[in-house]
């Protein structure tokens, strides 16, 4: 059989398609395994190699758990709203919905190129009103839940307004706020309805509230801090700065812990995890509150070391912290608002990795100790952060290095006492004592004693108590952009109301910029046609807004990761439209068993998933609070980048083994210019870099050799091999097995097109051995014993995700059968079978070959027999004197005498004895014979 690549996989994709063979039904006897990708941004540069890597595993696994016998769900979509496609449209005027529509097909036809058994009848795209209609219907549930502490769990906002309606609010454990006021039932009834939202808010767990971002103003829009790389925008490279805001924010926070220990009941990597875990930052310690002298003001610090307040002697505020403008003196506020003017340019990234340099400007004022009621000098800096903790530090230069470096720059006296004492030993406990002047307070206790005083102290005094503290802080919910989910709010008096569930979608309106207004409102305020009719529930002219029966719209819209926080549930449901999904459905599905992709969505997609899913598990709508049980993160596939060299001194080109003592600077040569050879096609290099088009270029041996150097993929390196091309040289079952063998999923491995040839011959040579199969061959022992130990290694190898290993078992199998001359249909079958998974569309026209009319994807996977790998005979070396003459093969159960006597009869003994009679015959079953002689 010939390898006509092109045509078989072309007809087998038809056919997939036509018949929806991986279509997965919503209930079945069989069980149920769910495969998710992590589903893609469709950018307009399409896919490159490194793209598929953990789709092909992530198919190779869908596939052999179909052979098992599995109801499998392995659906794909797009997530596509995203600031790219906003850009463009700035540039260009084009609307967003037409690129992303257009790159969508784009990434279809690649996908589809590659032979994925996706269901994509449940495609879904985040920027589809249909889908993002649930996508804000999650959003009204949220703002309708508070956290209740005592249950552990999110609960109906009514509860809580029930409660405060009949007792207030005192006896209530909930998370909120920390400004919120104590009330009674008799104060709540007397509350206007604005003040009573004002305080719902406080609870909701999603809410407006003032906040500190990351407000990039080229873009027009605020940034998470992974948007950010080197205090610039990843995209543009545009200046950031630190800005306050009116935001939708998430109350993630409720979940901490919560988050934390469900880490322990998933099977995700360890290295994700324990970023997690450092991100979500638990820590035990103290709130400490100190009075800020002459004023009603309280600073409050959380401390994980409250044994060593004594050793306090200033105090540090972040230069964006609520108090700073209120607590500066009038002889320090030009120094301070020029430093905080200055500290709005740096990111916080920045700020945190940036532990060298020391700067600060003092307030002026003043905060009194809580023990001692000393004055402490308060301070701005800017490695505090309002987003950590408090926003506040108590500086004990004594006990943290920053601390003292801070105090010495700017030679803030440090109480000689504590020069040198280490606060992790008691001694310390010792010279606070001194300064205490009560030399009962700390003296002789350890620091878990010492630490248990002090905050029985604080309490006492009504400045402080025990807390658990966590670096996660409650995340940003708005963005000031176009191209994003619309939130379902209007505005009554300026508090947030929410469109009704059955009025959803709230769709994107058309406008004429994608750019903020002129007044700096987000580009949903170029919109005219955007204000909400409460009467008829429809959305109507700007021109109408009354405020009494006609309200505006939010302008803001929601952050990408909206529309990826729940969409492996919509999968299971994907086209209901009158729920968010089926509760039987859901029910069966559960969640999902395998989850592919990479781990830099650790602390973004990855833990807001997490935590939606735990809100959706406490309101009874998810049947599970973890969404994912088994997570892989595929490695990259990096690119070898090629090199020309300019010799900085002639100008001149050379070749890369020319180089040698000259003064030449690497240029990046784009790979499609480079042959398997590593020779440069130099003319169209010249006319890819018309600068080069007179250049001279020397070569060696009538050539010119690229440099080669293993990079990270990127168009920017111009190291990037398209799939297509792949594709269309070698066929896409040569891509899947190369990406494959590259080496371990979970490692980076470099990309060499030049390897690709390997994997392709194999292929050849497996089409060959089909060429003359015969129905009623019997399979001879030593195939069936390459068939079962291939059956066993490449079962093991798929369950441990080992797929390079099981590319060699193919390749090792098929020289056997090869060297074999295996034509049985019973050997060649099973084969077909376990290489379907991996080469999909050679498996199916391999199948249709061998008599089948059905798809190989509804065949049973071949079931591994112990039986066929017993060795029945064992090969002897026979030796004389120790030097081994030949070799003889007996059967395995054959006892010492029986084997001595059929070697001593064999025609080679008889010939090496020359009638000598051997003086002993040493006989190991099962291993050796030697005759000394």
């Known amino acids: 059989m010939n390898y006509n690549f092109r045509e078989i996989e072309a007809k087998w994709q038809k056919y997939w398609a036509s018949n929806?063979?991986?279509?997965?039904?919503?209930?079945?006897?069989?069980?149920?395994?769910?495969?998710?990708?992590m589903f893609p941004y469709p950018s307009g540069a399409g896919l490159h190699v490194g793209h598929p890597l953990g789709y092909i595993a992530s198919d190779i696994y869908a596939r052999y758990k179909r052979h098992k016998g599995f109801n499998v769900l392995h659906p794909m979509g797009y997530d596509s709203f995203g600031l790219p496609a906003e850009q463009y449209a700035i540039q260009t005027g084009q609307h967003p919905a037409i690129t992303t529509d257009a790159n969508i097909k784009r990434y279809r036809e690649q996908l589809d190129q590659l032979g994925f058994s996706f269901d994509w009848s449940r495609e879904v795209r985040t920027s589809d009103p249909k889908y993002y209609k649930w996508t804000q219907w999650v959003f009204?549930?949220?703002?309708?839940?508070?956290?209740?502490?005592?249950?552990?769990?999110?609960?109906?906002?009514?509860?809580?307004?029930?409660?405060?309606?009949?007792?207030?609010?005192?006896?209530?454990?909930?998370?909120?706020?920390?400004?919120?006021?104590?009330?009674?039932?008799?104060?709540?009834?007397?509350?206007s309805d604005k003040k009573k939202q004002e305080i719902l808010l406080k609870y909701r767990l999603t809410y407006l509230a003032d906040t500190e971002v990351n407000w990039c103003p080229t873009l027009g829009t605020v940034l998470a801090n992974d948007e950010i790389v080197n205090g610039v925008s990843e995209r543009g490279g545009h200046p950031v700065i630190r800005k306050k805001m009116t935001?939708?924010?998430?109350?993630?926070?409720?979940?901490?812990?919560?988050?934390?220990?469900?880490?322990?009941?998933?099977?995700?990597?360890?290295?994700?995890?324990d970023t997690q875990t450092n991100w979500i930052g638990r820590s035990e310690g103290a709130h400490v509150e100190f009075k800020v002298k002459d004023s009603e003001h309280r600073i409050p610090v959380f401390t994980t070391r409250p044994d060593t307040i004594f050793g306090a002697s200033f105090m540090t505020l972040a230069p964006e912290h609520d108090l700073v403008s209120k607590i500066t003196t009038a002889e320090q506020k030009e120094a301070v608002e020029s430093y905080v003017e200055a500290t709005a340019k740096r990111s916080e990234r920045d700020r945190m990795a940036d532990v060298k340099t020391i700067s600060g400007v003092f307030t002026g004022a003043y905060a009194e100790h809580p023990f001692t009621k000393e004055p402490i000098p308060i301070w701005i800096g800017d490695y505090v952060l309002a987003s950590y903790g408090t926003g506040a530090v108590m500086a004990v230069p004594c006990g943290d290095q920053r601390d003292y470096d801070y105090a010495k720059h700017f030679d803030i006296p440090i109480p000689n006492i504590f020069e040198g004492v280490d606060i992790s030993e008691e001694a310390f406990a010792d010279k606070a004592n001194t300064i205490i002047g009560n030399s009962d307070f700390l003296n002789g206790l350890g620091f878990k004693e010492a630490t248990r005083k002090v905050i029985d102290e604080l309490e006492k005094i009504g400045q402080g108590q025990g807390k658990i503290n966590y670096r996660l802080r409650d995340a940003v919910f708005s963005r000031q952009r176009y191209w994003g989910e619309p939130f379902p709010v209007y505005y009554v008096d300026g508090m947030p109301q929410m469109i009704a569930d059955e009025h959803l979608p709230l769709e994107l309106p058309d406008v004429e910029k994608y750019l903020p207004t002129e007044a700096g409102d987000p580009p949903l305020g170029n919109a005219t046609h955007w204000a909400w009719d409460r009467n008829n529930a429809t959305v109507v002219n700007n021109d109408l807004i009354d405020n009494k029966n006609v309200f505006p719209l939010e302008l803001n819209t929601m952050p990408g990761w909206a529309g990826s926080s729940q969409y492996f549930n919509r999968y299971m449901d994907a086209h209901n439209e009158e729920a968010i999904y089926d509760s039987e459905i859901i029910g069966y599905w559960q969640d999902v068993d395998l989850y592919i992709g990479g781990s830099e969505h650790a602390t973004g997609h990855l833990l807001y998933s997490r935590f939606w899913q735990k809100f959706l598990f406490d309101r009874g709508i998810a049947p599970k609070d973890e969404f994912a049980r088994k997570l892989i993160n595929q490695g990259m596939i990096t690119g070898t980048s090629?090199?020309?060299?300019?010799?900085?001194?002639?100008?001149?080109?050379?070749?890369?083994?020319?180089?040698?003592?000259?003064?030449?600077?690497?240029?990046?040569a784009d790979v499609s210019l480079v042959n398997a050879s590593d020779e440069l096609d130099i003319e169209a290099f010249k006319e890819w870099l018309p600068e080069y088009k007179n250049a001279t270029f020397v070569l060696e041996d009538g050539k010119y050799i690229v440099g080669r150097e293993v990079e990270k993929m990127s168009k920017s390196k111009y190291n990037v091999v398209n799939p297509d091309n792949i594709c269309e040289e070698y066929g896409a079952d040569s891509l899947r097995l190369y990406e494959m063998f590259l080496g371990p999923l979970e490692q980076?491995?470099?990309?060499?097109?030049?390897?690709?040839?390997?994997?392709?011959?194999?292929?050849?040579?497996?089409?060959?051995?089909?060429?003359?199969?015969?129905?009623?061959?019997?399979?001879?022992?030593?195939?069936?014993?390459?068939?079962?130990?291939?059956?066993?290694?490449?079962?093991?190898?798929i369950e441990n995700f080992s797929f390079n290993t099981s590319v060699s078992t193919f390749m090792i199998c098929v020289n056997e059968l090869t060297a074999q001359k295996c034509t049985s249909k019973a050997i060649l079958e099973p084969l077909a079978i376990l290489v379907s998974p991996y080469a999909p569309h050679i498996a199916e026209e391999l199948w249709e070959e061998l008599g089948h009319q059905e798809s190989i994807s509804t065949a049973a996977f071949p079931k591994f027999e112990a039986q066929y790998l017993v060795e029945n005979s064992k090969e002897y070396p026979i030796s004389f004197n120790g030097k081994m003459r030949f070799k003889m093969e007996l059967p395995m159960d054959m006892g010492k005498d029986e084997i001595e006597a059929a070697v001593m009869a064999h025609e080679k003994t008889i010939a090496q004895l020359n009638g000598r009679a051997p003086k002993k015959v040493i006989v190991v079953p099962g291993k050796i014979v030697n005759i000394v002689g």
Not at 21 to 36: G, I, W
Not at 168 to 175: R, T
Not at 247 to 266: F, K, P, V
Not at 752 to 773: D, E, P, R, W
């Open 20 to 37: 929806q063979t991986f279509k997965a039904t919503n209930n079945s006897d069989s069980p149920k395994f769910y495969v998710l990708d």
């Open 140 to 191: 009204i549930q949220l703002f309708n839940s508070w956290y209740n502490k005592e249950s552990d769990k999110a609960e109906d906002i009514k509860q809580l307004i029930s409660e405060f309606e009949k007792n207030g609010n005192s006896q209530i454990n909930a998370v909120c706020d920390d400004d919120t006021p104590i009330f009674n039932s008799e104060e709540w009834s007397t509350f």
């Open 247 to 273: 935001q939708w924010s998430m109350r993630i926070t409720a979940y901490a812990q919560r988050l934390l220990d469900g880490l322990e009941t998933i099977d995700w990597p360890q290295p994700l995890k």
């Open 642 to 668: 090629a090199f020309v060299y300019k010799d900085m001194d002639s100008g001149k080109v050379y070749s890369k083994g020319l180089i040698n003592g000259k003064n030449v600077i690497p240029i990046h």
């Open 748 to 797: 980076s491995k470099p990309w060499n097109t030049a390897g690709i040839t390997g994997v392709h011959s194999f292929l050849k040579k497996l089409c060959k051995l089909y060429g003359n199969i015969q129905d009623n061959a019997e399979p001879s022992a030593e195939n069936l014993k390459t068939l079962h130990k291939t059956i066993k290694k490449v079962e093991e190898d």
